[in-house]
C-alpha cells in the first residue's frame, strides 16, 4: 500500500481560492458601479434643480422690474411676450413630459402682490414628474 501523501490532498485548493476571490472581486465591482448609477442619477437630479431654480430667480427678477404689470405674469391673464418667452426657454431648458397634454407646463400665479412661480420637469425614463416652487413677494411700484 502506498502512503497517501498531504500534497495529494491538496490538490485543487488554489483553484478553488481563485474562484472564490474572483467571486469576491466580482461582487465589489458590482457595488461599486451602483454606487456609480447612483451618484451620476443625483448629479443629473442637481442639474436639473439648479436649473428650476435660475429659471423661476429669472422670472421673479422680470417681474420685479416690471411691478406695474404683475398681473399679465399669471397663466390666466396672460398675453405678456416676456411670460411666453420665459415658458419658451424653460421648456427648451428642462427635460419636458412628451405627453399630451405634456404635465411639465411651468405656470405662474399671481394673488395680489404675491407670485407663485412653479417649474417642472420629467427626466427622459422616470415615471414622476419633479418640480420646482418659488414664492416671492412683489412689492407695489409706487
Known sequence: MRPVSSASKQ???LLLEALVG?????????????MQSVGMRNTID????????YLANQIVGTMWVDRANIATYDDAGG??????AWQNQVTTTLPMDPASPPSTVPSITIAGRQATVIVRWKRPGDTTVSSFTMVAQINDPT
Not at 22 to 34: C, D
Open 22 to 34: 474572483i467571486l469576491i472581486f466580482s461582487i465589489g465591482i458590482l457595488a461599486m458601479l451602483g
Open 46 to 53: 442637481s442639474k436639473y434643480r439648479s436649473e428650476a431654480a
Open 79 to 84: 398675453g405678456n411676450a416676456r411670460l411666453t
Open 11 to 13: 490538490q485543487g485548493m
